[in-house]
């Protein structure tokens, strides 16, 4: 850990030279630099104010010197420049370097903040996506902003008609189906103007899902074209969807000492509240990726809707008993951990995962 010491007001340009670690707060047209020296002394801050200026002053840089940024717009953009001519680069958290920041928040204290965050051996620098990568995840983002506007206009047709004495049962199939006779049904206790208005909102509602079955068949053209989503559906509960969002992520196996770690990083492992030789452990700490952890979820309560009582595989045996012993919810969380496990291993060993009959799931490396 260095030691960061007071800032020097009077820091000039030429101090620029002696640095080996630049942070930078990004925005759109202004920049704020901060370096520091191999002892962690702050030598230079400059304020940039243009992008032209910033990508001038990024090319005559040094090859040796890291850069360190906060995730935000513009991050991945900046850190292939920078990889392509040469440069380190480090992505952190904006959530965790925030924890960092002393003083008021500005541009100058987040620079700041940035450079002390880089020395907390806890926090994981985010990935340096590719091109093709952050394509792939403007299709999920894009897919999960009309899952959400389609969540909330069912929601809000539910609350606007149970107004007026009508309730629905939950599901798609009871907005698709019973909505629609209750506009043409005259009988209903509906007014005229609510009638046309939840007319327009049914619309939207329709348009919403066949944007998302759009992109989800691109996720699934997608899937099936990528040798690494191949393999990684071969685990159960791992479709397409979740496979695409595994690979966009570009987590690299090798920075997790084992497979608990890499489920660890997408929350799904309990939170510890222990104090000397009594451990304690809670619910799933839920850090990390959110809708990634909720698709690895989703798939895990797939394969518990399709198991069957009867079943003898041994796989399918040891899901009945957990949900026998910690109920539909916890077996979810606890098939996720697993699969997520599994899918270290396969990335970290390029194997797919083969079920074979009497053994349960067995991974086998890949041909």
């Known amino acids: 850990m260095k030691n960061h010491s007071s800032i020097d007001q009077s820091l000039s340009s030429s101090d620029l030279s002696v640095c080996t670690t630049l942070a930078v707060d990004l925005a759109k047209q202004v920049f704020q630099v901060a370096g520091e020296d191999v002892l962690g002394q702050v030598r230079y801050e400059q304020r940039i104010k243009s992008r032209e200026a910033f990508y001038e002053f990024l090319q005559q840089l040094p090859p040796h010197v890291v850069v360190l940024m906060e995730t935000g717009p513009g991050a991945q953009a900046w850190a292939r420049q920078l990889q392509d001519q040469g440069n380190p680069v480090r992505i952190l958290p904006a959530g965790l370097v ?11 204290n987040d620079a700041l903040a940035i450079l ?46 149970l107004e007026h004495g009508v309730a ?19 009988t209903q206790p509906v007014p005229g103007l609510l009638r046309e208005l939840i007319d327009e909102l049914l619309a939207e509602w329709r348009h919403l ?75 799933m ?21 399709q198991l069957r009582p009867d079943s003898q595989q041994p796989d399918d045996r040891r899901l009945l008993r957990w949900m026998s012993r910690l109920g539909r919810k916890e077996a979810a969380i606890r098939l996720a951990n697993r699969n997520l496990r599994i ?18 799931q067995q991974a086998t490396m890949s041909h």
């Open 209 to 283: 899902g066949e944007r998302i079955s759009v992109l989800t068949g691109r996720l699934e053209v997608a899937a099936n074209a990528d040798m690494t989503a191949k393999r990684l559906m071969t685990v159960r509960g791992i479709g397409p969807v979740t496979a695409t969002a595994l690979v966009a992520k570009e987590t690299k196996p090798e920075r997790f000492p084992n497979a608990r770690k890499f489920a660890a990083y997408f929350g799904m492992v309990p939170d510890q509240h222990s104090s000397g030789n009594t451990v304690r452990l809670g619910d």
């Open 168 to 186: 629905l049962a939950q599901g798609d199939v009871a907005i698709s189906q019973k909505i629609p006779r209750v506009l043409e049904d005259a």
């Open 116 to 161: 002390r965050a880089d020395r907390d051996e806890k926090i994981c620098a985010v990935p340096v996506k590719s091109v093709a990568a952050l394509a792939m995840q403007a299709l999920h983002r894009t897919r999960q902003g009309y899952v959400r506007r389609r969540t909330a206009v069912s929601n809000q047709m539910r609350g606007l008609l």
């Open 285 to 305: 700490t839920k850090r990390g990726d959110v809708y990634l952890r909720s698709l690895m979820i989703q798939g895990a309560h797939a394969v518990l809707q």
């Open 98 to 108: 925030a924890t960092h920041r002393s003083g008021p928040k500005n541009d100058r």
């Open 343 to 360: 899918v270290w291993v396969l990335l970290q060993n390029d194997q797919t995962y083969r079920r074979h009959a009497g053994d349960g």
